[in-house]
């Protein structure tokens, strides 16, 4: 099972939004409200940005929205930040019973 | 604040078995609203689901792995572990204990542990 396909990478500048896409299939993105989005920053965990599609857990700033169309989900970063350089990942449950997550994108904020 | 960590060799031999262990810190993982999971990462690619158990002992895993993959929990000490068996190269990666909130989604991750499997 390949994983999803992500943007290798995306760039903005301070302040403005940038929207990261997730494509899948019918079988994972498009067949369950599980869709989840996460931030890494060099060295360190993942942390969890996105669940459900659209749900931001308590402390996640609300620059921070989800999304999905079909197939394919989206991050949206609104007002960008300096420390919003990191990379992102996608992930969702599968009709296998399973989890699979996006080969990540890298975010330059310039 | 919930805290996951892991503890395990750094280093594994081919065709041996990788064993971690994760210690969870500020709740229990007999709470019934969880799973607890590992997770993997390769340099340089995205996370990789391994597999998931809950308190009672019930786990499953990512089908490509299943035959590999031994997952179980110790409530007494509050850890969870994960073995891989017949590693190779393509087992080297940080890996990861997380908190699952069956069946979406991962929020509190461990710091993870870096194993390399070479001899």
């Known amino acids: 099972q390949s994983a999803l396909t992500q943007p290798a990478s995306v760039s903005g500048s301070p302040g403005q939004s940038i929207t990261i896409s997730c494509t899948g299939t019918?079988?994972?993105?498009?067949?369950?409200?599980?869709v989840s989005w996460y931030q890494q920053h060099p060295g360190k965990a993942p942390k969890l940005l996105i669940y459900d599609v659209t749900n931001r857990p308590s402390g996640v700033s609300d620059r921070f929205s989800g999304s999905r169309s079909g197939n394919t989900a989206s991050l949206t970063i609104s007002g960008l930040q300096v420390e919003d350089e990191a990379d992102y990942y996608c992930c969702s449950y599968t009709s296998d019973s399973s989890w699979l997550f996006g080969g990540g994108t890298k975010l330059t904020v310039l | 604040q919930l805290q996951l960590q892991e503890s395990g060799p750094g280093l594994v031999k081919p065709s041996e078995t990788l064993s971690l262990t994760c210690t969870a810190s500020?709740?229990?993982?007999?709470?019934?609203?969880?799973?607890w999971a590992w997770i993997r990462q390769s340099p340089g690619k995205g996370p990789e689901w391994i597999g998931s158990?809950?308190?009672?002992?019930?786990?499953y895993s990512k089908p490509s792995l299943k035959s590999r993959v031994t997952i179980s929990v110790d409530t007494s000490k509050n850890q969870f572990s994960l073995k891989l068996s017949s590693v190779t190269a393509a087992d080297t990666a940080i890996y990861y204990c997380?908190?699952?909130?069956?069946?979406?989604?991962?929020?509190?991750w461990g710091q993870g542990s870096l194993v390399t499997v070479s001899s």
């Open positions: 019918s079988s994972d993105i498009g067949g369950y409200n599980y």
């Open positions: 997380a908190r699952h909130i069956e069946p979406g989604y991962f929020d509190y």
């Open positions: 500020g709740d229990s993982i007999r709470t019934s609203s969880y799973y």
């Open positions: 158990i809950y308190y009672t002992g019930s786990s």
